[in-house]
C-alpha cells in the first residue's frame, strides 16, 4: 500500500504593521528619513539627520528671533481688498479668506516691536505659507510702515523674507508697484542711517527678491535656501542649457559674492545679536 502524507500548512501571519501616527512625524524632503515631530520642534524644525531647514510659521520665526514676550505686532488688522474683483475657479475674496483659516494670519507679513538679545528693534516676517509670501498691497504697505516705524524709533529692522511667489496675480498692476514702493522705502532708511538686516529664506523669489529682499545693508541666507528671481526650470527652459550644479541655492550667491554669510538657524539669532550689538554700538 501506498500512504500519501498530507502536507500540513501552517498560517503565518503577516507581520504587524506599527501603528505610526502621522501628525506625530514629518518625512524630511532631502533625506526622506522619518522625524519625530518633538524632536524637530526643538531643533526649530532642522532635520537632525542631513540639516534641511523645513520652513517656519510667522509665530516659530517670533519664538526663534525675539525675547519671550517681547514682540509686540502693529496694524494686524490691516486685509487685503478685491479691487480687480478678480473672476477664477476662486475669487480673491474666497482665496484669502481660505488663507487666513489656514495660517491664522490675516496677511503674509506681520511686523512689530520686538527685542532681539538686549537691542530694542523692528522684526518684520514675511510667511511663505500664505498664499507663498506673495506680494500683494497689504504686504507692501506693512513693511513700509514698519520701515517707517524704524526711522521714527530709531530702531534696527531685521526683515525675514520668504516670499516664493512673487506679485500677486489677483491684484495686477497694485501688487507690481509694490516692488517700487518697498524700495524707496529701504532708500530712506539707508539716508536715515537706520540698520536694515534682511534674512533670505526658503523660497526667496519672484518681486520680493528683486526689491527689498536683497537691499539690506546685511545679507543673511538660511542654508540651501532657493533664491532668485525666476525660477531654475524657467531659465532652463529658456536659455536652453543645464545650469550649474547648486545654481539659486544660497552657498551658490555666498560663493559669487552677493551673501554677507550662510548661516544655520541654530546660529541665527546669536549671530543677529552680534551684527545688531555692533551696528547700534555708535548710536
Keep these: 500500500m501506498i500512504f500519501r502524507h498530507r502536507k500540513k500548512y501552517i498560517p503565518i501571519k503577516p507581520k504587524e504593521t506599527p501603528d505610526i501616527k502621522k501628525d506625530l512625524w514629518q518625512k524630511c524632503p532631502e533625506c526622506n528619513k522619518l522625524v519625530y515631530e ?35 505686532e502693529i496694524d494686524s488688522d ?9 473672476k477664477g475657479p476662486k475669487t480673491y475674496v474666497e482665496k484669502l479668506q481660505e488663507e487666513i483659516e489656514k495660517t491664522g494670519l490675516n496677511e503674509a507679513l506681520v511686523y512689530g516691536r520686538a527685542m532681539i538679545g538686549r537691542t530694542p528693534c523692528v522684526l518684520s ?17 506693512k513693511f513700509v510702515r ?26 495686477g498692476l497694485i501688487s507690481l508697484m509694490q516692488m517700487v514702493k518697498t524700495s524707496q522705502v529701504v532708500g530712506k532708511l539707508k539716508k536715515a542711517k537706520t540698520p536694515y538686516i534682511s534674512i533670505l529664506t526658503d523660497p526667496t ?8 529682499a536683497f537691499l539690506g545693508d546685511i545679507l543673511l541666507a538660511e542654508p540651501k535656501a532657493l533664491i532668485g528671481f525666476a525660477g531654475p526650470r524657467v531659465i532652463e527652459q529658456t536659455i536652453k542649457q543645464k545650469l550649474p ?12 559674492g552677493m551673501l554677507d554669510a550662510v548661516v544655520p538657524r541654530s546660529l541665527l539669532k546669536q549671530t543677529i545679536t552680534k551684527i545688531l550689538t555692533v551696528l547700534t554700538s555708535s548710536q
Design 78 to 86: 490691516l486685509i487685503s481688498v478685491d479691487p480687480l474683483e478678480f
Design 205 to 212: 523669489m519672484g518681486g520680493v527678491a528683486a526689491s527689498f
Design 146 to 171: 514698519a520701515c517707517e516705524l524704524a526711522m521714527a524709533e530709531k530702531k534696527p529692522i531685521v526683515s525675514i523674507c520668504g516670499g516664493g511667489g512673487g506679485a500677486r496675480m489677483y491684484e
Design 245 to 256: 550644479p547648486g545654481f539659486q541655492r544660497s552657498e551658490f550667491l555666498y560663493q559669487h
Design 125 to 141: 516676517i514675511l510667511d511663505s505659507n500664505f498664499i507663498m509670501g506673495s506680494m500683494g498691497s497689504v504686504v507692501g504697505e
Design 38 to 72: 518633538g524632536k524637530l520642534k526643538e531643533s526649530f524644525k532642522v532635520c537632525p539627520h542631513c540639516g534641511y531647514h523645513f520652513r517656519l510659521t510667522t509665530k516659530e520665526w517670533i519664538n526663534l528671533l525675539a525675547e519671550p514676550g517681547t514682540f509686540e
